[in-house]
């Protein structure tokens, strides 16, 4: 198993400019989900899924979209991009639940100018 | 959720033991307590959860006493790959969100 991939590894955007972080899993996981992490601070949860077809917001979700068609894939898609957008984001997936382990990609740092 | 704190860091030495307290005095009676660790440049990697008493695995013991206003991550002999951040949660019995706070910058020395 993979576990939880995620691409691309590092991307720079000029404000304005609109991209598409890809996550996918292996593990047949019921749940997705997006975070982002700013320097020194933790994680901030900003969309889920609990499944197929259903998505819902978290703590910071202005600015971003997401959609959920299969259950391996959760791309998180910035609209139109923003410096206040740089961050490390990260995808995590697990059981859905209450299953608390869950499995987190290794993160994408992205840098708006 | 209940909101946790934890101190902001700790220094320790090879094959000490460290004990990371967490105070989360709102807890609600569904709620379980689940740690993280988390390496530079590296997404967060669970370490244990528990709801009350004891809870050991391979890696760490979670200690939560009666009143479950806190709990203890303890960590067995570390070594210098312990060198990270740790993350103490509560989690909604049954959900899935996880709140994460600044968490506890472990140093380990030689």
């Known amino acids: 198993n993979a576990g939880v991939t995620q691409t691309p590894k590092f991307q720079v955007l000029k404000t304005g400019q609109s991209m598409t972080l890809q996550c996918a899993q292996d593990?047949?996981?019921?749940?997705m989900s997006w975070y982002r992490q700013d320097p020194g601070m933790g994680l901030r949860l900003i969309h889920y899924?609990?499944?197929?077809?259903?998505?819902d917001q978290g703590e910071v979700p202005n600015g971003y979209n997401v959609s959920r068609s299969t259950t391996e894939d959760f791309p998180l898609r910035l609209l139109s991009a923003a410096p206040s957008q740089t961050s490390v984001y990260f995808c995590a997936s697990s059981l859905a639940g209450g299953s608390y382990e869950q499995f987190f990609g290794p993160g994408t740092r992205l840098t708006v100018l | 959720l209940a909101k946790t704190t934890q101190p902001i860091s700790m220094d320790s030495y090879e094959g000490q033991e460290v004990n990371i307290t967490c105070s989360h005095n709102n807890i609600a009676t569904n709620d379980y307590i689940t740690w993280y660790q988390q390496f530079p440049s590296q997404g967060p990697r669970f370490i244990i959860q528990?709801?009350?008493t004891k809870v050991t695995n391979e890696v760490a013991s979670l200690f939560i006493p009666a009143d479950r206003k806190s709990s203890t991550l303890s960590l067995p002999r570390v070594s210098l790959s312990d060198t990270a951040v740790y993350y103490c949660?509560?989690?909604?019995?049954?959900?899935?969100?996880?709140?994460f706070g600044t968490g506890t910058q472990l140093k380990v020395e030689l």
């Open positions: 593990m047949n996981h019921e749940y």
């Open positions: 528990g709801y009350k």
């Open positions: 899924s609990v499944g197929a077809g259903i998505t």
């Open positions: 949660l509560v989690v909604a019995g049954g959900g899935n969100k996880l709140t």
